[in-house]
């Protein structure tokens, strides 16, 4: 295999183009395949959408996000006790004209009562649909995976009406849900990607790092060789020997594996077909009191928000002491509520006085996900055709599915592809 300088420090076989966990996954599986590899992040670290920034003692994950133990990507090549994770209580809470209703699998979470009150018919749903959604919630939790990934894809909406649930209860108790998974109000995502997700929620539990989110890439960033990341080299275009960097000079490579978002992936390969994203806005407020306490979800059924969540019920180090810090999603990064019309909704949600709320920050994520339309293709290869020189590959959650565990299956992806072309 052809070994060539890179950036004048040291010979590297492959250049990889962003620091996201897809970048992250690929570089660690070549390193230990014996590859050079160096990975050019274009911003201050890695992570990618999933970073944390502290701020006067909070930590602010940039878009609130969930992280999930049951993902297959996750339980391989994260050492999840280093992540010192904090679990949600199982299943949410969900705010109707008629008070907050409690939806959760039974058989879990700490108040197995509280549970099964929010799934006595009537309360939540009718019978017919608590046991057409249990008859699938066992498919999607017991049938083995290759099962769910070679079902028909179609959109959510429709998989849950096949499935027997009533448009009013997929409407009050499941829109509200997966709206905050998909990032989009009319469950017109891909159902094999809902049933996947469905059944890594089942079988997982919804934690995060007591660090933040960020904590999770740079755990497998710390797994990679001293100096693979170069951080502040943000490339400017592919070259047929490799790539030119934003900042000025080239640097050479026998491939180049673009890890960046959809957006950023067009713009270097120009070939690449364009893929839709869905926006989010994330709003994090301090309050002097824990407004519920209990580490849980809250989704309103009139859908004015996405979720809610007091995040320092998570994980106290998410607010410094004596304060509770809030997070709530809203969907879109344009012409959203101002942060005042948010804390008004969240009087209600959390039935308390907000006035002496402070906002502590703002994220708005313009490409947080792909817009997974049916028949979404779960995985997909990372080779790019090219003629002589550097080859090319792709690969993100763009290229896989929209979540942790597509990102981090994609870049693993065009780790073995790399391996595979390169003949090592
Ligand atoms: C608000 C929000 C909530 C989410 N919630 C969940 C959730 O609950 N569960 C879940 O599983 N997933 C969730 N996701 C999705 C998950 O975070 C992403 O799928 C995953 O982080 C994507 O990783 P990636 O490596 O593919 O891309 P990215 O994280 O986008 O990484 C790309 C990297 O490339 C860098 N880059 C871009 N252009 C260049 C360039 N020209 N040169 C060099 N570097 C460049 C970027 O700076 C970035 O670091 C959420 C995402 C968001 C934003």
Known sequence: MAVVAADGVEPVDVLVVGAGVAGLACARDLAEAGIGVRVLEGSDGVGGRMRTDVRDGFRLDRGFQVFNTSYPQVKRRLELRAL????????????????????ADPSRGPDRLGGLAGLVPGRLGSARDLAALGVL???DMFAPARVLKRGADRTTRTALADAG??????????RPFLSGVFLEDDLETSSRFFHLVWRSMLRGTLCLPADGIGAVPALLADGLPPGTVRLESAVEALTGDGVLLAGGGELRAAAVVVATGPGAAGRLLPE???VPTRAVTTYYHSAP????????????????????????????????????LVSTSVLGAADTPTEAEVRRVLAELYDTVTRDWEPVGEYRVAEALPAMAPPWPLTRTTR?????????????DHRA??????????????????LADLEV
């Open 84 to 103: 010192r994770l904090r679990p949600f209580t199982p299943g949410m809470l969900v705010h109707t004209p008629e008070g907050r209703v409690r939806f």
């Open 137 to 139: 919630s066992g498919r």
């Open 165 to 174: 649930l009533s448009e009013e209860f997929a409407d009050r108790v499941l």
């Open 272 to 274: 690449l077909p364009a």
């Open 289 to 324: 009191a824990s407004p519920l306490a209990e580490p849980v979800l809250l989704t309103d059924s009139a859908r004015r928000v996405l979720n809610t969540v007091v995040l320092s019920e998570v994980g106290p180090t998410y607010a410094p002491p004596g304060r509770a």
């Open 384 to 396: 790019m055709e090219g003629g002589a020189g550097a080859r090319r590959y792709v690969c993100g």
């Open 401 to 418: 599915t929209g979540s942790v565990q597509g990102a981090l299956a994609s870049g693993a992806r065009a780790a073995r592809e790399v």
